[in-house]
């Protein structure tokens, strides 16, 4: 992962030849936004036979966003954001030894509300943002006797961001961005998944490079 932001990063810079001035951020903008993300899950059962399982998730996500700028003073640029995405983000990891039976999570969708702060440097913003976080978390259990059962739940939690913000023209920009988020923990009964242990999963994080292109107005 930290070699291919360092890659995105220096091509993302190396883009266009427009000469450096003065930015006014102030406005609305609105975009699209294609990544990566990569992160940790798992949990463990809560009934016999007990067993811990870890599980990596990873895959792509696409959405849009929405914000608005407010140039505080000639450097520094306050905002809010709110973001939506879909994702296939998902692993599978082990809950049940007899018989063999696995959980797939699968972070389907996930949406966002950021406050950012940037620093303008001619057409060039680099920016940190936190806010808080929700994410459509799918549950897929396989090789259990009932048949695959699966449960969908919202999660909530924070995310924090690090990026840079190009503009390509006065109506324009583009951007990337390194972002870390915990969606928060949930745990399953016997109800819940028929046929499976009960089951106590640990906090669902990510780590995403997203690349994004946005109007401004």
């Known amino acids: 992962m930290k070699h291919s932001i360092v890659l995105a990063v220096t091509a993302f810079l190396s883009f266009g030849s427009i000469p450096a001035h003065a930015q006014d951020w102030s406005g609305l903008y609105a ?5 990566y993300g990569e992160g940790d899950a ?3 059962a809560t009934a016999a036979p007990a067993i811990r399982f870890d599980s990596t998730p990873e895959g792509l996500l696409a959405g849009a966003f929405v914000g608005y700028n407010w140039q505080v ?3 520094w640029v306050a905002g809010v954001e709110g973001d939506l995405f879909v994702s ?6 082990p809950v049940n030894v007899a018989p063999a039976q696995q959980v797939d999570q699968t972070l389907e969708a996930g949406a966002a509300l950021r406050f950012r702060a940037g620093y303008t440097q001619g057409r060039y913003m680099p920016y940190a943002a936190i806010g808080g976080a929700a994410g459509e978390i799918e549950l897929q259990t396989l090789n259990v ?13 924070y995310t924090a961001a690090l990026g840079l913000d190009v503009a390509v023209t006065s109506g324009s920009m583009l951007r990337i961005e390194y972002r870390y988020t915990n969606y928060g923990s949930s745990s399953t009964n016997a109800t819940d998944l028929p046929g499976v ?17 946005a109007l401004r107005f």
Not at 31 to 35: K, P
Not at 88 to 93: A, E, K, L, P
């Open 73 to 75: 003073s000639p450097s």
């Open 197 to 213: 242990v009960p089951i106590t999963l640990d906090d669902f994080e990510t780590n995403e490079l997203r690349l994004g292109y």
């Open 88 to 93: 296939n983000i998902s692993d599978f990891g």
């Open 31 to 35: 975009g699209v936004q294609a990544g």
């Open 42 to 44: 798992g949990g463990f």
């Open 145 to 157: 006797a009932v048949g695959d059962p699966s449960r969908n739940e919202t999660l909530y939690g």
